[in-house]
């Protein structure tokens, strides 16, 4: 009986059907947690709560997608749902949970206390079938989770999860929930909304179908069956983040800047005051960290929040396969799917964002505007940019390139330059940037942290508005980007159609915005570009694209360090050494956004980014200078990657101290 399954199985998998085993008929049904409302009932300064722990099957892929098993807290007398329930409520509260065991296993449940700074981790045990009221004063404001781990602990061969962790193997994945505790005196902001990031792994179901086994969820759903969110032009935006597993996210919002409120680590919440906080477009969220961040759309259309790992926003993320209408190669599948490339390409860690303008007067030109009907103010400058590629560049996989057309005479379609051309706009002047598609496949080009119209946002089959969305480039054609840059600094253009490994064979470049009439002193100011070149699965990290350290040449006195981080999964640790020792630097700003003065201070000079960061600092090189400065890079790969087994690789530049 088992081979007629397998080829059953096989079939199913060619057909493009999704494959789902039939689940257990008795369980119940789950639906998503949206987090809009708190679970239990107040009286007086006490929140009484009651869950079950059971079984349910749930459908993260929308009603007719997958269904998936997993342990879950269950509100008793309400319907299941994935993740587990919100608890809230103001500080000084008294929280009062009843916990019912109703599984086969026994279960360590933690989070459930008070997070008062040196109190420490609690947890609770419950053997089968087993009732225990944990009561406990919630007196800190902040953002918090409780989970809970089976025992015995079932863990990943390649990625274990330490046994007090939340988010483990098999049905622990979405067994947490969120934990909110209000200012004193307060109620929750209007509007506010919580996204708690899970994941699912079963090496042994059927559906783990490729790598990673790891399958990303936003409240319990996958792209692109997570929540749109909806929004009018001029709110304010307030999200709780709380990142329940363990690996970091870069999370970046399109189109916008959004200010980091708070941070922490799930033990302890930081409340940022005014001086501290971060404006930034990526924020890389640590595992089991969570935070608050608050944001303003200030223009309509379609807008994306994901997570900026390619593993955790691809295709690799969906449960059941995804095969392409025409079928064919993978080239010819990349080709038709990418005509809706945002639902078609990606999955996983990723939010909709929807913005309407605000009635009156300018609305309609706001609508079209974000819809691709009204290109803007007429550009006073124009540039051209040729996406490349030749074959066999990376053993058997294609090199691609961004090369910046300087003159009349168009790059060869086969030119290479690794990182892709430099380009330089200026503070407030309206430019054009044609981009011509010489690939073999469709193409789509993200600005990364630049203020722009949806329409060109560069998201395929999504930047637009409502059902207005603009398609990626075509094979041979062309497309005009319209763009007025807000802010002079540090930014990324990239490409938004990771289908293959196009990202880690060139398709990404820096992005300078100069002040008008200022421009840089290219001997004082520098840009730096990270990222992975070759095969995502083989490829290592390149400096402004040299992987073998190529020299770095400054001249005594001060210089500014323009660092961008565009690799694909990894994350790098960045130092500025004299011998072996971290000199210090002095923060200039982040993802493009000078920062207030209060916050470019001197600090040790080292700093750990990921994908869609970028940040600027200030060196100084001493006149007397005989010392052996370099530039220190780090790669940490991903937890899954088997390159993580061996010594993390380091990568040094040196700096030659050279008069002028």
């Known amino acids: 009986m088992i081979r007629p399954f397998l080829i059953a199985l096989a079939a199913l998998a060619l057909s493009g059907r999704p494959i789902t085993p039939p689940l257990r008929a008795a369980l119940p049904l789950a639906q998503l947690e949206d987090y809009r409302r708190p679970a239990g009932t107040r009286v007086a300064d006490t929140l009484n709560a009651s869950f079950s722990i059971r079984e349910v099957r749930w459908r993260p892929e929308g009603a007719s997608g997958a269904e998936l098993s997993a342990f879950a807290f269950v509100e008793d007398g309400k319907l299941g749902k994935v993740p587990g329930p919100l608890l809230r409520a103001p500080a000084g509260t008294t929280m009062r949970v009843t916990l019912h065991n109703t599984l086969g296993v026994q279960l360590i449940v933690f989070g459930l206390h008070d997070r008062a700074a040196g109190r420490g981790m ?154 501290q906080q971060r404006r930034v477009v990526t924020e890389l969220l640590p595992l089991n960290g969570t935070m608050a961040m608050t944001w303003v759309p200030e223009r309509p259309g379609n807008w994306l929040f994901h997570c900026h790992l390619v593993r955790h926003m691809a295709l690799v993320q969906s449960i059941a396969p995804r095969i392409a209408p025409r079928g064919g190669s993978d080239e010819s599948a990349h080709t038709a799917s990418s005509v809706h490339h945002a639902e078609e390409n990606m999955a996983g860690l990723v939010m909709g964002v929807q913005v309407t303008p605000r009635a009156g007067a300018t609305a309609a030109r706001a609508l079209a505007l974000a819809s691709g009907r009204n290109p803007g103010a007429p550009a006073v400058r124009s540039l051209r940019v040729v996406a490349t590629q030749r074959a066999n560049v990376f053993g058997s996989s294609p090199g691609h390139s961004f090369v910046w057309q300087r003159g009349s005479v168009a790059p060869a379609r086969d030119s290479m330059q690794f990182p892709g051309s430099t380009l330089v706009l200026h503070r407030g002047e309206p430019t054009a940037i044609t981009v011509v598609n010489g690939l073999s496949s469709p193409l789509a080009v993200h600005w990364h942290g630049m203020e722009i119209e949806s329409w060109f946002d560069g998201v395929g089959g999504w930047s637009g508005a409502g059902r207005s969305v603009r398609p990626p480039i075509a094979p041979g054609d062309s497309f005009v980007v319209r763009l007025t840059a807000a802010r002079a600094g540090t930014f990324i253009y990239h490409t938004h159609d990771e289908a293959g490994s196009e990202l880690s064979t060139g398709l990404y470049g820096a992005l300078i915005v100069e002040e008008p009439n200022a421009p840089r002193d290219t001997t004082r100011d520098h840009v730096i570009v990270m990222g992975i070149l070759g095969h995502a699965a083989t490829g290592s990290l390149a400096i402004n694209g040299r992987t073998d350290g190529a020299p770095l040449t400054l001249s005594p006195g001060t210089h500014r360090l323009r660092f961008v981080s565009i690799p694909v999964d990894e994350q790098i640790r960045v130092a500025f050494l004299r011998d072996s020792t971290v000199q210090r630097w002095r923060s200039l700003a982040t993802d493009g956004a000078e920062l207030p003065a209060a916050q470019q201070v001197q600090s040790a000079a080292r700093r750990t980014v990921s994908a869609g960061q970028t940040f600027d600092v200030e060196v100084m090189i001493p006149a007397d200078a005989p010392a052996n400065y370099a530039l220190r890079f780090t790669t940490v790969w991903y937890p899954t990657d088997v390159r993580g087994a061996q010594p993390a690789p380091v990568l040094r530049v040196p700096i030659v101290v050279r008069e002028p």
């Open 122 to 275: 609690d947890s609770v045990t419950l053997a089968p079938g087993a009732h225990v009221t944990v009561a406990f004063l919630a007196s800190t404001a902040g953002t918090y989770y409780y989970w809970a781990r089976v025992r015995p602990t079932v863990q990943h061969p390649t990625a274990p999860v330490p046994d007090d962790w939340p988010s483990g193997e098999k049905g622990e994945g979405p067994l947490v929930g969120a934990l909110v505790v209000d200012a004193a005196g307060t109620v929750p902001p209007r509007g506010e909304r919580i996204l708690l990031i899970s994941r699912w792994l079963d090496d042994d179901d059927a559906r783990v179908h490729h790598d990673p086994a790891f399958r990303m969820m936003i409240n319990g759903a996958s792209w692109p069956h997570t929540e749109r969110l909806g929004y009018t032009v001029g709110d304010t935006v307030r999200w709780r983040i709380i990142n329940a597993n363990a690996a970091a996210h870069p999370l970046h919002l399109h189109g916008f800047y959004f200010t980091v409120t708070a941070r922490g680590d799930g033990q302890l919440d930081t409340l940022y005051a005014d001086g």
